[in-house]
């Protein structure tokens, strides 16, 4: 994945758990550089090596790392120059998500080897979505949690995400339900 996906991972740590925690995981992953370059494609191994390097380090599951790294990954994108593209993309977590695809592909104008995931938006009623995710890459189902949560925290709407249907031989893609709050007519 690009630098700039390396560079959110290294960010959350320093900030979350300080420099000698990062010092510990990115050695732990067999990672030489401090630091990454934005516009440079790194090979998947080694996010997912930081991954795993950080749940060893911080005694918490990959899983949860990943949740949490979506959470912050929306707080962090809207902080880099392509943040506004996030504000182009729309205003609500519907709307956001029903552009994704979009804007990745905004963003594969500045990242012309950029893999990105593909979404699809299936409206089950006022309160639900069904939220299909297509990638090349395993094991990304709890990222994908953590961003759309993260999509809640940003649009302040209440929402539970769960992963409803696994991606495995019989599905193509992960399928996961939104619920939002019930809105009151008051
Ligand atoms: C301006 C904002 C954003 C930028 C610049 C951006 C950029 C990127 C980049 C560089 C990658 C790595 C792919 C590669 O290197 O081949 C990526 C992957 C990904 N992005 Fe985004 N992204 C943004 C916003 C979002 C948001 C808001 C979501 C979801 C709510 C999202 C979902 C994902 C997922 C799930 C992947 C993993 C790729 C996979 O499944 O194969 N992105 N994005």
């Not at 997912?48 to 380090?57: I, N, Q, T």
């Not at 994108?77 to 593209?85: D, K, S």
């Amino acid at each position: 994945m690009y630098g700039l996906v390396n560079q959110a991972v290294r960010k959350l740590i320093l900030h979350e758990h300080g420099p000698e925690t990062w010092a510990t995981i990115r050695r732990q992953a067999g990672c030489e550089d401090d630091d990454f370059v934005t516009m440079q494609p790194y090979p998947d191994e080694l996010t997912y090596a930081l991954v795993e390097a950080a749940s060893a380090a911080l005694g918490a599951p990959p899983e949860a790392i990943l949740r949490e790294f979506g959470r912050y990954w929306v707080r962090f994108a809207a902080e880099t120059a392509y943040g506004h593209l996030m504000k182009a993309a729309g205003n609500s977590v519907r709307d956001f998500l029903a552009n994704l695809d979009h804007l990745h592909a905004r963003v594969g104008l500045s990242f012309p080897e950029l893999r990105p995931p593909q979404f699809r938006v299936i409206p089950e009623g006022p309160n639900r979505i069904r939220l299909q995710y297509f990638s090349e890459r395993a094991g990304l189902a709890p990222f994908v949690i953590g961003l759309v949560e993260g999509l809640g925290q940003r649009f302040n709407e209440s929402i539970q995400v769960s992963l409803a249907t696994p991606r495995d031989q019989d599905h193509a893609c992960d399928e996961f339900l939104v619920e939002f709050a019930a809105r009151s007519n008051a």
